[in-house]
């Protein structure tokens, strides 16, 4: 069996698209930035459209579903989420290729089985019209999607605490926030339990699950204007390794850049 794969192509407020799958085939989860940059980033690894299963949407705001509309209905590639979000998505001012013939349903909690991978919904906390994140397994490893959460609900707490890799949200550090130039509502909403995770959160919560069976963290979703990848990283790290986890050596901990894609992971 060909080794799980993994590359961001963008992780932000700009746009959200992530590729995980193997040598000749795979997903999408989100698809938040241009199609032809997709398709270019795909290429690089020898891949394309007709490679892809499916994507797999977290939410519906724009940075997450900007490119659906294309995918879905001119490149034919099905586009899988909850009702609510795809009800979120006919609503939504930037797709303008509304999705027919690519339209598929998976509720939270349900899974299905696409090529040796099985990908699970689970809900998490955020202000969308709904909001689910991912487990992909393969192989015997479980790769785990949550970006985009207030706070982390029971529900992706236990899928997070069994994955052998994750992308997972640090989107802002909170002094930077209140002294930043974001009004006053913006920033309670960001800061709220339906809103996004501090680096804080983030390091506190993984530094109390943290397993043997945990390699990789990706952090995900990192705020332009109220953080700093090397805020993200050096903060997360301390509450990590305050619990004896050493970065580097029993886990590897990586910031995802906003418009770059990363390299691509290809794991044992």
Not at 11 to 27: E, K, L, P, T
Not at 85 to 113: A, M, P, Q
Request: hydrophobic share 35%; proline share 3%; glycine share 8%.
């Amino acid at each position: 069996m060909d080794r799980l794969r993994f590359q961001s192509f963008a992780s932000g407020s700009s746009g959200n698209c992530y590729f995980i799958g193997n040598a000749s085939q795979g997903i999408l989860i989100d698809a938040g930035i241009g199609v032809r940059t997709i398709r270019r980033n795909l290429r690089a690894i020898g891949l394309d459209f007709h490679n892809l299963w499916g994507i797999f949407v977290t939410h519906d705001h724009a940075d997450h579903i900007r490119g659906i509309g294309s995918l879905g209905e001119i490149h034919h590639v099905p586009v899988y989420t909850t009702r609510k979000v795809h009800e979120g998505i006919d609503r939504c001012y930037c797709v303008t290729e509304k999705l027919k013939t690519s339209r598929r349903y998976l509720e939270k909690f349900e899974s299905i089985e696409v090529g040796g991978f099985k990908i699970h919904s689970f809900p998490v906390s955020h202000d969308a019209s709904d909001s689910v994140g991912y487990t992909v397994e393969y192989a015997g490893k479980r790769f785990t999607f949550a970006t985009d959460l207030g706070h982390v609900c029971e529900s992706a707490a236990s899928e997070l605490q069994r994955a052998n890799y994750m992308v997972f949200e640090a989107n802002y550090d909170p002094q930077m926030l209140m002294n930043g130039p974001y009004p006053a509502d913006l920033k309670r909403r960001i800061k709220s339990d339906t809103g996004h995770l501090s680096n804080e959160q983030a390091g506190d919560f993984l530094a109390n699950i943290y397993g043997n069976q945990l390699q990789y963290i990706f952090l995900c979703h990192l705020s332009k204007e109220n953080n700093h990848p090397d805020v993200a990283y050096t903060t997360v790290r301390n509450y990590l390794e305050n619990k004896s986890v050493k970065v580097g050596e029993d886990v590897q901990l990586i910031t995802l850049d906003r418009f770059n894609p990363t390299e691509l992971f290809v794991f044992d």
